[in-house]
Structures are given as structure tokens and as C-alpha cells.
């Protein structure tokens, strides 16, 4: 039996991040956790490009703009959407969701789900967190490791 595993090795990788500005408060911190992580692996500034957009909503066309350029190993997609008294949340939360992962499976390459999907603003802080748990940072490592697997598969 063959075994194929990630491992986390950077050379040559690039990296790509699609922040939402709404609730950018949250947004902010994931962006941190995933920074950190790319810092602590060993990863360049000249390695990341990071693309802010308005909203949840537009992150899967950003992804799907950097996907087609074939620079990057994997996209993470970061911001948070915080449930409300509308069915906004449901709206927008499932469309990015399935937009996100329709842009990775069209183009073979890993779009990292790292939008927080919480309902309340304390599940949020509490995702985003810098000395717990934070998303960000969990996104940035599953994107050098899914990076790293895509090479070997």
C-alpha cells in the first residue's frame, strides 16, 4: 500500500489571503493567527499577497481571479460572519461557503475555509483569538500542508 502525507515544506510556495473587511475586528486577528504561523514556518513576506475585499459574499471571486493566475499553492479565505435576527447570515454564510469550495475543486488547487460562521460575536472572539485558539493560524497550516499534498498527489 502506498501512503501519500503533506509534510511542510515551503520552498518555492506562495501563498495567497482573502480578508473581509466586515467585522474586520475578528478579521483582523484570524489575519494575525495565519501570519504567525507563516512566520514560524519560515515563510517570506515576498511569499504572501493579501486581498481585502468588502465582504464575505466576494470572497469566492477573489479566489477565483487568484486560482486562475497559477502563482499560488493555496488561497486562504478569512473573515468572520456573525449571525443576526435576518436570514442574512444564512444567505451569506452558504454562498460564501459553497463559493469557496466550488473555486478549489474547479481549479485543483486548496482554498482554505477560514471564515468564521459563529453565533455570536463572544463564539467569534473566541475563534480569533491569539492566545487560544486561533483560525487563522489553523488555516495557514492546512494551507502548507494541502499546498505540499497537491505537489505529491
Known amino acids: 500500500m502506498q501512503t501519500i502525507e503533506s509534510d511542510l515544506n515551503i520552498k518555492g510556495k506562495k501563498f495567497a489571503i482573502i480578508l473581509s473587511r466586515f467585522n474586520e475586528f ?29 465582504g464575505a459574499f466576494e470572497i469566492p471571486l477573489a479566489a477565483k481571479k487568484l486560482a486562475e493566475s ?3 499553492s493555496a488561497i486562504i479565505c478569512l473573515g468572520a460572519v ?9 444567505y451569506v454564510a452558504g454562498t460564501a461557503t459553497t463559493g469557496i469550495q466550488k473555486v478549489s475543486l474547479q481549479y485543483g ?17 473566541e475563534r ?7 483560525k487563522g493560524w489553523d488555516a495557514a497550516m492546512t494551507a502548507i500542508e494541502m499546498g505540499n499534498l497537491m505537489d505529491k498527489i
Do not use: W
Open 26 to 54: 475578528i478579521g483582523v486577528q484570524l489575519l494575525k493567527g495565519a501570519l504567525d504561523c507563516f512566520q514560524k514556518q519560515g515563510i517570506h513576506d515576498d511569499d504572501i499577497t493579501l486581498i481585502k475585499v468588502p
Open 70 to 72: 497559477g502563482i499560488y
Open 82 to 90: 456573525i449571525r443576526g435576527g435576518t436570514p442574512h447570515f444564512e
Open 109 to 125: 488547487i486548496p482554498v482554505i475555509f477560514g471564515l468564521l460562521t459563529t453565533d455570536n460575536i463572544e463564539q467569534a472572539i
Open 128 to 134: 480569533a483569538s491569539t492566545t487560544k485558539m486561533n
